[in-house]
């Protein structure tokens, strides 16, 4: 009769870190102890927090919490070698502000994800700028609030406001002078296109620019201190086309085409207004919501309108 053999699944220490070290390779997001428990049944709960202890002693394992509870990831070699000598607490917090990446972290996520009491919190964060391992960044969405991330990174727009913010202020007078330079563009092109004596569908269709071609007039003009991109361009072309100034219309276009997406390229034109627009519709009562509950005396009113007030001071 054949002798059946069993295989023994091993419980060195060694091997239990190594296959916790595998898993976390296959599971790059993390891994629970529910996982580990899953996959080394016959290891005991004490065997396996002792290997996972070592882990994080030795710096080979990063410790994270979301909502399903404690995580284990593989840590990072360089971000291991930059926070070399911190304690596991500060570790920790650069890993959470690590992965926020450039969009930023408020101190209170970092809190909620640390699970550190605030004062902990503040303490590191104050060390690990003095580091110079992350930073503070203002964010235009709350003024009051900072972000931390990584020092060498740069700040995403959605926290700096992209062009149009200045140390948190809105530039409404440089928008408004590349508002003017992008419609005085593409009245020329279409003012150029009706001298051509064309055809009319030739005249039409020349009088249209792509927003590239927009974009490498503004450049060359020079008007900005900061570098404005295509989307920036079309930022400000979409504001004309609410204004009723300009409009768009959408083409098909050889891949690698200059101002082509995904086989599409936008084109605008300058067009004048058909009937111009009165004179009350220009003032806040024309266009008021609550115009109908306005009333002298009342809780709405022309002598407490703040849109009126701003109207007649701009």
Partial sequence: MTEVKVKKESTDPVDIENR???LCQQFPQGITDQVIQNDMPHVEAQQRASAINRLLSVGQLDLLKNSNG???RLKDVQSASKVKGSDNQEKLVYQ????AGNKGIWSRDI???SNLPLTEINKILKNLESKKLIKAVKS???SKKKVYMLYNLQPDRSVTGGAWYSDQDFESEFVEVLNQQCFKFLQSKAEAARDSKQSPMVQRNSSFATSHEVWKYICELGISKVDLSMEDIETILNTLIFDGK??????????????SVDGQMK???GVNPIIQPTGLVKTPCGLCPVFDDCHEGGEISPSNCVYMVEWLDF
Avoid: N
């Fill in 140 to 142: 235009v969405a709350a």
């Fill in 96 to 99: 959470i502000i690590e992965d």
């Fill in 111 to 113: 809190r909620y994800k």
């Fill in 267 to 269: 084109l605008y034109r």
């Fill in 20 to 22: 916790i070290k595998e």
């Fill in 246 to 259: 300009v409009e768009m219309t959408i083409i098909a276009a050889k891949e690698g085409t200059v101002g």
């Fill in 70 to 72: 404690l995580l284990y």
